[in-house]
């Protein structure tokens, strides 16, 4: 990739941030023909774009918020994803359980809307159950009060393995895709018109100037801090929004539905939803006034989520019981004023084009990823910037998509590349070891996440290409030496790298660890 950067004197488009939506822009600029090159300062979804509920789902609230547009163009999209990412892209049912025939009757016709809405796309009709049905399928799920439940459709997915696969794809047909590289400075005509970056190899440290006809600003929460390389006047245009998940063991929700809880005490939607043989449980909505690369859960959130998952489960929540806490940022367009709550800010994208005609994507989520990137290098065609081709990734197969895949196994998220871990597993039968004993992954999805799939760190692998950190932070502590030791070698670095990583990745994964009265002591 960085020989590339260096042959190329000029490229059609340079994107900034490979979360979600810059790597949408680069996949959909790459395959109409456009030379494309993508820069991320740290590693790909290593923001929001991993931080998820791992749903690609219409937005049952948005519906009730009247937001029709919105909830078709997502189902929409949702329908394509099944399609092109068939082997990260499940169909999850979920129930809501309902504890008033009001609420029954409610979401009985809201949930035919949002089947009639996907129409040829839709994932299954939603049906309503009895009681019997309801707990027998939920058998965590509190009897007292509980009148049955309504089932429906939706999408469940692995956001950072997507997030990979679509950088491979862009790759493959084209682009050249970095992570590690930051952007600092934004190049200017004599006109003030951007056309161009300046950007440093984080590893290197060695400083690139790069040309483009269009530069598209696609940096989550991180928005503004470009915004204001182009103009240092630029008012905030993101406000960002918290929103924490947890991270449980199955026995919490043993069957294969989720659950849906559309108000909660605040009005919030909370999810618990079976994920890589965990459930996960979230989310919150907290206004934030500032932003990092690693947010961190406040207290309120987390008493929150146990409070109101304890409103509906026979089996009590804990602090202890919690495999791993993870914090993401929503970038929602910053509020018009200060009644306006998150929770009813619009989840729809906007493209803003400044005076230096710099095209920013702001907002959006990940289920509609595809057209915000198409609406994106649209809009830079309309600027006369890039010549008129029409959008082709509707019909693309995102790296890995495979029609055969046995989602029990845990390596179903690889796809089709499962048959390359494999060949490794063969050629070197110590790769089959597993990395810990209440992990399944093994050391053979190390090497292949450094060979083949651009993890530059020992976060790269833990975090986003084998989602231990997400899973089992505890674990995933015990086990930072040894994967450090394999990229230590793998990347002929020396011992001081080896003990950077090793110090560097466990300041971070200590962050997923939800401490609890008993670890506190035991520090003291």
Not at 134 to 139: E, I, Y
Not at 437 to 446: D, F, G, N, S, V
Not at 478 to 501: C, G, R, S
């Amino acid at each position: 990739m960085i020989i590339q950067l260096k042959k190329q004197p000029a490229w059609d488009v340079i994107i900034i941030g490979g979360g979600a939506t810059g790597l949408g822009v680069a996949l959909d600029s790459v395959t109409r023909g456009f030379s494309t090159l993508l820069l991320e300062q740290v590693d790909f979804a290593k923001g929001t774009s991993s931080r998820s509920t791992k749903l690609l789902h219409g937005g049952v609230r948005y519906l009730a918020q009247g937001n029709i547009d919105l909830v078709k163009e997502s189902l929409y999209e949702r329908g394509l994803l099944l399609k092109n990412a068939s082997h990260l892209v499940s169909n999850q049912s979920f129930i809501i359980p309902n504890y008033t025939w009001w609420d029954t009757l409610k979401y009985t016709i809201g949930l035919k809307i949002y089947d009639m809405l996907a129409g040829k796309l839709s994932f299954g009709k939603s049906i309503r159950i009895n009681k019997k049905d309801t707990l027998s399928r939920l058998s965590t799920i509190k009897n007292g009060k509980l009148k049955g439940g309504v089932v429906y459709h939706d999408g469940q997915f692995d956001d950072s393995r997507l997030a990979v696969n679509i950088a491979q794809t862009a790759i493959e047909h084209g682009a050249t895709v970095l992570n590690h590289f930051k952007v600092n400075q934004l190049l200017k005509n004599d006109d003030g018109i951007v056309n161009g970056v300046i950007a440093e190899d984080m590893e290197t440290k060695e400083v690139y100037a790069l040309n483009a006809k269009a530069v598209i600003n696609a940096t989550g929460v991180f928005t503004d801090e470009i915004l204001k390389m182009d103009n240092s006047e630029a008012k905030d245009t993101v406000c960002p929004s918290q929103g924490i998940h947890l991270i449980l063991d199955k026995s919490f929700l043993p069957g294969k539905d989720a659950i849906m809880i559309p108000k909660t005490t605040d009005g919030r939607v909370l999810f618990l939803v079976p994920w890589h043989n965990k459930v996960i449980v979230g989310t919150t909505d907290t206004l934030l006034d500032s932003h990092s690369l690693e947010p961190k859960a406040l207290d309120k959130e987390v008493d929150f989520i146990i409070t109101t998952a304890n409103n509906y489960l026979t089996k009590k929540v804990s602090k202890a019981d919690v495999l791993s806490i993870f914090a993401g940022l929503r970038p929602l367009a910053a509020p018009k004023d200060k009644s306006e709550k998150t929770k009813e800010i619009s989840r729809s994208h906007k493209i803003i084009v400044s005076n230096s005609e710099l095209i920013t994507i702001t907002g959006g989520k990940w289920t509609t990823y595809r057209r915000m990137a198409q609406d994106t290098i649209n809009k830079a065609i309309s600027l006369g910037k890039l010549q008129h081709i029409s959008c082709k990734t509707k019909n693309i197969k995102i790296h890995g998509a495979t029609a055969s895949n046995d989602k029990n196994h845990h390596q179903y998220i690889y796809g089709s590349d499962q048959k390359g871990i494999q060949r490794l597993i063969a050629t070197n039968p110590e790769l089959g070891e597993t990395l810990h004993e209440r992990l399944p992954h093994t050391k053979a999805e190390i090497i292949w996440a450094i060979q083949y799939e651009m993890a530059r760190t020992v976060e790269d692998i833990l975090a986003r290409r084998v989602r231990t950190l997400f899973l089992d932070a505890r674990a995933t502590l015990e086990i930072i030496p040894m994967v450090a030791k394999i990229l230590t070698k793998e990347l002929d670095k020396d011992a001081i790298w080896e003990q950077q990583q090793i110090n560097e990745f466990t300041n971070i994964a200590n962050q997923y660890v939800l401490e609890t009265v008993s670890l506190k002591e035991n520090r003291k």
